[in-house]
């Protein structure tokens, strides 16, 4: 497929071309970047938050680094990891999860950095994330005219997409920790309440017909402070409400189920929609 040219998107040109892999001569076929929304991409999704939780506070326990300079080496590490997925041709679930992974420990990092070391409120972090996200979607439905996840095929797309992402952990962080400040009410049943706003999310949708771009955003964020509530109670001294097994024993455990389900994906490529099954894993 290399001396394909055009610009057509794999999923609205596969059907019109025989099927993926087949593309007519002189069209270029684009593959989505993202994987398909299954039930192993919300099992990795929370995880990776869990990740993004305990992670983050066992780098700034034993790296001695400070919050800040934490910060600056998981940013720089994303940033080497965000190159590489944006110069892939298609959705690679190794590259794509370690983005994730990494964009879960900065966007926690940037929440934790302006309440612990600018003393910002959480409700008024809460409120800027929220804002920042709002005008993320603006902008990018004005300049594509979809939200779909389903066509991220373009750099430009790809872009908005991963700060899209960026925020919704980051606001996730906040929110979450915003609710466990004012309500208290403890980590396994922050995680039961989150884990009951995202089930009436999809009662809406699936029910109500809640429109489903706005039905997945509002899930995404809300995963990250379910998988905040999950990290802490697990890896938190149980005289603070936790299990005490340790953000180090966390953090490894949690890794490799998201290593496990990664590789898994990569053989079987379940989380891929049909016609991009058939697309070549190299480059």
Not at 29 to 49: G, Q
Not at 102 to 110: Q, W
Not at 120 to 149: D, K
Not at 253 to 279: E, M, N, Q, Y
Request: hydrophobic share 50%; glycine share 10%; aromatic share 10%.
């Amino acid at each position: 497929m290399t001396s394909e040219t055009s610009e057509t998107s794999a999923s609205e040109t596969s059907a019109a071309y025989g099927g993926a892999g087949t593309g007519a001569p002189g069209h270029r076929l684009r593959w989505n970047k993202v994987p398909e929304v299954t039930a192993y991409f919300w099992i990795i999704k929370v995880l990776c938050t869990t990740v993004g939780e305990t992670a983050a506070d066992l780098l700034n326990e034993k790296l001695g680094l400070g919050l800040t300079g934490v910060s600056l080496l998981m940013s720089a590490l994303l940033a080497v990891v965000l190159v590489v997925q944006f110069r892939t041709k298609a959705y690679r679930p190794g590259v794509y999860w370690s983005a994730v992974a990494l964009i879960s420990v900065v966007g926690t990092l940037i929440s934790d950095n302006l309440t612990d070391n600018l003393g910002v409120p959480l409700t008024t972090s809460t409120t800027v994330f929220a804002v920042a996200l709002a005008v993320v979607f603006v902008a990018w439905y004005r300049s594509e005219r979809t939200l779909s996840i389903h066509s991220i095929d373009t750099p430009r797309r790809e872009s908005f997409y991963w700060l899209a992402v960026l925020f919704t952990f980051a606001l996730g962080t906040a929110a979450g920790d915003l609710v466990a400040e004012r309500m208290a009410l403890g980590y396994w049943v922050s995680a039961v309440l989150f884990g009951l706003a995202i089930a009436a999310v999809a009662l809406v949708h699936f029910a109500f017909g809640l429109n489903a771009v706005w039905s997945f955003w509002i899930a995404y964020v809300l995963t990250r402070p379910l998988g905040a509530s999950m990290g802490d109670y697990l890896s938190q001294p149980t005289a603070d409400g936790g299990l005490g097994l340790g953000t180090v024993i966390t953090s490894v455990l949690f890794l490799a189920v998201i290593l496990g389900l990664v590789v898994f994906l990569s053989v079987t490529r379940k989380d891929v929609a049909g016609p991009d099954r058939l697309t070549p894993q190299g480059g």
